[in-house]
T-cell receptor
């Protein structure tokens, strides 16, 4: 089973709202990732968690706040977003081993009004 | 810096024919991994195939195979017997063993399979 799930599938929010994106995997993977993807562009890495600890933050604005409550869950808390933050947000996970293959979820389509 | 170049922004192929997508990369590392991901219009990124740099044998997965030329830093994807469901954006990606799991993606090739 190589399934990564993400909720919600779609999210529309105003610039003053607070919302959260959720990602879950039950493959025993110990690394989890958030990516941002604009239309017809490759994904851009935002954050990497390894063993529930933040290991990479690609200089993402503080209005995006990641959280890894346990080894299966990854959240992305959103606050005071801008319209340019509208994008597809992808979650991925991988084993902490030499395989290094990242498996992606279906994404959350975010629209900021 | 690691870079991945996909020189074909768009390609098209007739159903049942064979098509090759090109990818080149640049790195000074010896230990690295190469990937092709597929992202259909439904948007989920799916792993197509993966190649370890230390392996000389080209990876294959059913109708998908790669031509890995390490000296030339080339990693092309061949799709045989193309099917309508192969229509998607294809991303070539690269990761070094010491990159802390950071994938470097190419800009992608939009492949359309025509009936």
């Amino acid at each position: 089973d190589t399934e990564v799930t993400q909720t919600p599938k779609h999210l529309v929010m105003g610039m003053t709202n607070k919302k959260s994106l959720k990602c879950e995997q039950h493959m025993g993977h110990r690394a989890m990732y958030w990516y941002k993807q604009k239309a017809k562009k490759p994904p851009e890495l935002m954050f990497v968690y390894s063993y529930e600890k933040l290991s990479i933050n690609e200089s993402v604005p503080s209005r995006f706040s990641p959280e890894c409550p346990n080894s299966s869950l990854l959240n992305l808390h959103l606050h005071a977003l801008q319209p340019e933050d509208s994008a597809l947000y992808l979650c991925a996970s991988s084993q902490e081993s030499v395989t290094y293959t990242q498996y992606f979820g279906p994404g959350t389509r975010l629209t900021v009004l | 810096a690691q870079t991945v170049t996909q020189s074909q922004p768009e390609m098209s192929v007739q159903e049942a024919e064979t098509v090759t997508l090109s990818c080149t990369y640049d790195t000074s590392e010896n230990n690295y991994y190469l990937f092709w991901y597929k992202q259909p219009p439904s948007r989920q990124m799916i792993l197509v195939i993966r190649q370890e740099a230390y392996k000389q044998q080209n990876a294959t997965e059913n109708r998908f195979s790669v031509n890995f030329q390490k000296a030339a830093k080339s990693f092309s994807l061949k799709i045989s017997d193309s099917q309508l469901g192969d229509t998607a954006m294809y991303f070539c990606a690269f990761m070094t063993g010491g990159s802390n799991y950071k994938l470097t993606f190419g800009k992608g090739t939009l492949l359309t399979v025509n009936p």
